[in-house]
């Protein structure tokens, strides 16, 4: 295999399957780790996974996903999307080419949803293709 890139999922999105299936669906977060495997395997590279439901851990996974060698990183922050400047230096100082992704369309839902504090700390933003936004996210690091 080639370079390893990292999925960050943040708050409640251990619940995928449970919370909210009218916005989510009724796909598992291990459902999504498969689909990704699969994808990540057909381009020849490497994937790790991360979900926390606390901020300190997400940041703690970024710095320590920069100090050793990661290539990329796709990062969904669930609420901490629009509400965490620490989550977003943690990105911007990185140094890691991020996209941020959503599952749901963050612009067709309630507006606090409508601002990303993260958002400008990555490359790209995905929103509103269910899981495979994280597939096209994946195609979009590894093509760097």
């Not at 995905?126 to 994946?138: C, E, K, T, V, W």
């Amino acid at each position: 295999m080639g370079r390893e890139f990292a999925i960050l999922n943040g708050p409640n999105l251990d619940r995928l399957g449970k919370r909210e299936p009218e916005v989510y669906g009724t796909a598992t977060l291990t459902d999504l780790e498969d689909r990704v495997r699969a994808e990540a395997s057909a381009l020849g590279v490497e994937v790790s996974f991360f979900q926390s439901n606390h901020e300190g851990a997400l940041i703690d996974r970024i710095a320590a996903l920069a100090d050793g060698g990661c290539a990329g990183l796709v990062i969904n922050p669930g609420g901490l999307t629009h509400t965490s400047v620490a989550l977003r230096d943690a990105v911007a100082g990185s140094g890691l080419l991020a996209v941020e992704v959503h599952i749901s369309n963050i612009y067709r839902r309630e507006a606090f949803r409508h601002t990303s504090m993260t958002a400008p700390a990555c490359g790209a933003v995905i929103s509103g293709l269910g899981f495979d936004g994280y597939l096209a996210a994946l195609r979009y690091l590894a093509a760097r």
